[in-house]
């Protein structure tokens, strides 16, 4: 199956600092989601980003599907960042199937 | 985005029990419903599949006499633990999507206790 590496796996940062987390996959896709998952374990979606750019106020991702990687970009991030953001992935042929990584764990302090 | 439900949000139970978890699409309908299952601190892994008036797909590993699956409706998904034990205690999570966008969406997840 499809290996999906997020890194880092931990992230602490100031308020109000901006950060990167990335997502590499091993084959080709027909989706890519980042999620936020909150401490209640709300899974919040983010982004549907198979290839491209796109933003959402201080959030903004990548997909360079050709090279098989995705980047997510936090800006001035504030303590309700928080959380464990997961990307996940659609392989080819898999049938509409989400492969989840292992998630980047961000803790923003005050 | 399209909104999806679970109830409960817990339960506890007694070990040789079973117990059921819903998962509703509210806004839109939802011709296929995932089911997956994630421990403390560890990633979410699918459990299986399901479409609307077909049989679950479930994944290498799961037992499907143990984790009863029905997708009765395209708003509607139900998980069935049977005979539950301490080891089945978990965090289950459902999504859904709708054959006019390929998105899922989540959830708020079940947790499960079994004494």
């Known amino acids: 199956g499809i290996q999906v590496e997020q890194s880092p796996p931990d992230l602490i940062l100031q308020e109000g600092a901006n950060s990167t987390l990335r997502c590499n996959f091993s084959?080709?896709?027909?989706?890519l989601q980042w999620f936020h998952q909150n401490p209640w374990g709300q899974l919040i979606n983010l982004f549907y980003?198979?290839?491209g750019t796109k933003q959402n106020g201080r959030l903004s991702a990548t997909t360079v599907a050709t090279e098989r990687y995705s980047l997510l970009y936090i800006s001035s991030s504030q303590t309700t960042d928080s959380g464990v953001y997961f990307c996940a992935v659609e392989h080819i042929g898999s049938n509409y199937k989400l492969t989840f990584g292992k998630g980047t764990l961000l803790t923003v302090n005050p | 985005g399209a909104v999806v439900s679970q109830h409960p949000s817990r339960v506890i139970c007694k070990s040789g029990t079973s117990v059921k978890i819903e998962c509703r699409s509210l806004d839109f309908q939802a011709t296929t419903m995932f089911w997956y299952r994630q421990f403390p601190k560890k990633s979410l892994m699918l459990m299986a599949t399901s479409n609307e008036g077909s049989k679950a797909t479930y994944e290498q590993g799961v037992e499907k006499d143990k984790f009863l699956i029905n997708h009765a409706s395209l708003t509607l998904s139900t998980l069935t633990v049977t005979s539950a034990h301490p080891e089945d205690s978990s965090f289950y999570i459902c999504s859904a999507s709708s054959g006019s966008f390929n998105e899922q969406y989540f959830g708020p997840g079940t947790r499960l206790t079994v004494t």
């Open positions: 980003i198979p290839s």
């Open positions: 084959d080709s896709v027909n989706n």
